[in-house]
Each structure stands twice: as C-alpha cells, then as structure tokens.
C-alpha cells in the first residue's frame, strides 16, 4: 500500500549540541571551540541539493561532548517530543566523546519510536578540507528521511552514523581518537552501510510494533551508578569505596573476558556485602566483543552466586544508560535487577 503522504517533501531537523564538527581554531589559545551553528549549513551546501525541508535547532550553549551530562539528554527528549509531529527524522550533531553514551541513554528515553534519531559527528572539523564532518552529516540526513514503500522510516531507531556505517546507538562504542572510523559495534552488525548506495540491514531494524502510537519520553534519570573496572592489583580499598558507597545503587562492574573477577576471598567478601545490602552489581565485559557468561568458569559463577548480574553482551556506556532509565522508574532495586534481564530496545542479544 502507498502512504498517501509518500510523495510529500521529507521534512528534518537538525539539532547541534556542539563537538568538532563545528569547531574552529581559537588564535589566541590554538584549541579547538565550539562557533555559531549557522555556518555549518554554508560548509555544507550539499544539504541544499536534497529534495527535503531541513530545519536546524542550536543549543545553547554548544559544548565539546566531554562536557556532557545527563541534563542534555532531558532537553534532547523534550525537543524531540516537542517536534515530533512536524518532523520525519532527527539529525543530532554531536561530539564524538560522549556520542555512545548520548546515543545510549536517547534510545532508553523514547519509547515507542517511529522515527529515525541519527547522532553524527566528526574526527576534523567541517572548515578543513579532508573533513569527514561533510560525508558524514550528508549520509545521517538521507538516512533520516529514507522511508519504506509503505511510507515508514526505514530506520525508526536511535542510531550512530560515522564512517560509512550505520549503528545502533546502544551497541556502538568510540574506539578510535584520531582515525575516520571512530565507532564501533563489535556485538551487532551494521543496520546500514553507505557506499555507491545505503544498503539497509533490514532483518535488523526494530520496528514499532504500532506505528501510530505517541513517542513517550522518560525523563526521570536516577544517576546513582558508579564504574569499577576490574584489574590486576587492584586494592580492597578501591573495590570497597566503590561497591559499597553510600550514594551508589548500582555499579557496573568492567569484568575480564566473559566475566571473570579475582576469586581471592577479600574481594568476593565485598561483592557480597554490596549485593547483600541491596546493590545492584551488573557485569560487563572489558572486551570490545563477546558476552558476558558467569557460568563458564568457576570465578564467574563465584560472582553470580555473591549476587552480581549478567549485563549480557551490553556496552559499558548502554549499561549505563539503561541504569540510570530503570532506576529513575522505580526505587525497587529487585525489580530493576529483574528488568536488566528484558532486552529494550535491542541494546541485548538475548
Ligand atoms: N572533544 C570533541 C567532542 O567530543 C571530540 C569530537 O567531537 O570528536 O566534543
């Protein structure tokens, strides 16, 4: 069936929270800062060439992404449900720091999605020549507005597009500093990779399962979650602060291999106390690939027994994301451990 609105001019906007994409060069310092958003439009005439009605939404102030937090997330929602009528996709510009963590925690916020929410950056700035900021920000926006034969976003996820690939928000992670390819999704392919023409990863792509139904957005964050990446020679003293600190209701804990701690006894002895007096301890893995799986070795079955949980194949920046989502929903830390086990919005194998 056609759409009766099929043949209508897609209509976008793209929203700039800063990040080297439009940075420029300060003279007096030689560092990199944010400038005004409107010239990135000039850098990028291109964007006039498709048929589609592109709005812009700046930020104020614009930020290296290092200086994320929480709060832009909540504006990101709002904007975004704000607009959501009015609009077939979302560009977000945004630092390529932080981008796995926004696009993370963005992807746990909206529910019931319909619409493509693409988060793009770049290595260099859109002023220098062999920028990738161009390629990039012309590629997120057709697949913003890319639409099914039955009028649908094609891709009605929040995303992660860089270097020619298209990724689920929740599964990329930055893994370069300085190289074009930035990102990563080691746990899930492509859902799109760009070359002559975007060639879509259908069988991938979660669809709603109404696609009438209003976005709802989750504003409420609980932030009280803290990181312990687990190494050799590392003290009681470290772990204890960190488990079993009193602001915190959960930690991650970045395990070796497929979830693997030390077995010494002082260290399980405080994995319990934590999880006795009702922390939340979820396990992901150091590795870039792979799966959490406690019941492989002896060590990790040691943990899941002290009352720690599988954060399965998660990132650490989705893990994060999805904590700080369940645990503004509920006070109950059992029903969060319980729902850490459901897969959302695709951030799991499972
Ligand atoms: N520091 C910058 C930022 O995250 C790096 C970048 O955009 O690539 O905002």
Redesign the pocket.
């Known amino acids: 069936m056609i759409h009766p609105d099929q043949n209508r001019k897609a209509s976008l906007l793209l929203i700039y929270t ?4 439009g ?1 420029r060069q300060d003279p007096a310092t030689q560092t ?1 800062r944010p400038f005004d958003f409107s010239q990135i439009l000039e850098e990028v005439p291109e964007l006039r060439k498709f048929a589609y009605r592109i709005d812009s939404y700046a930020f104020d102030p614009i ?4 200086d994320v937090e929480p709060a832009l997330w909540q504006r990101l929602a709002e904007l975004i449900k704000e607009k959501y009528r009015q609009y077939d996709g979302f560009v977000i510009l ?6 796995a963590y926004s696009a993370s925690a963005l992807s746990f916020m909206l529910e019931n999605l319909a619409k493509p929410v693409i988060f793009t ?3 260099l700035p859109i002023g220098i020549p062999r920028t990738d900021g161009r390629e990039n920000l012309v590629s997120a926006v057709e697949i913003a507005a890319a639409k099914d034969s039955e009028g649908h976003a094609t891709v009605p996820e929040v995303c992660i597009y860089f270097d020619n690939m298209l990724m689920r928000g929740n599964r990329a992670c930055k893994v370069s500093s300085d190289n074009f390819t ?1 990102f990563r999704s080691m746990n899930l392919p492509p859902l799109a990779e760009a070359g002559i023409s975007i060639k879509y990863n259908s069988a991938l792509i979660i669809r709603p399962s109404d696609w009438d139904s209003d976005l709802t957005i989750h504003t409420g964050l609980d932030t009280r979650v803290s990181i312990l990446k687990i190494h050799p020679g590392i003290t009681p003293h470290v772990v204890r602060n960190i488990l079993c600190g009193e602001e915190t209701r959960a930690v991650i804990m970045e395990t070796y291999g497929c979830g693997n701690a030390p077995s010494k006894d002082w260290f399980i002895n405080i994995v319990r106390q934590a999880a006795a007096s009702g922390k939340i301890l979820v396990n992901v893995t150091q590795c870039l690939a792979g799966t959490v799986d406690m019941h492989l070795y002896s060590n990790g079955k040691t943990l899941l027994d002290a009352g720690v949980v599988s954060g399965y194949d998660s990132t650490t920046e989705s893990a994060l994301g999805k904590l700080f989502f369940l645990l503004g929903q509920t006070d109950d830390n059992m029903t969060v451990k319980e729902l850490l086990n459901r897969n959302f919005r695709g951030e799991i194998s499972k």
């Open positions: 800063g990040g080297t994409i940075m990199l930020i290296d992404s290092s945004h630092g390529t720091d932080t981008m950056g770049s290595q930035a």
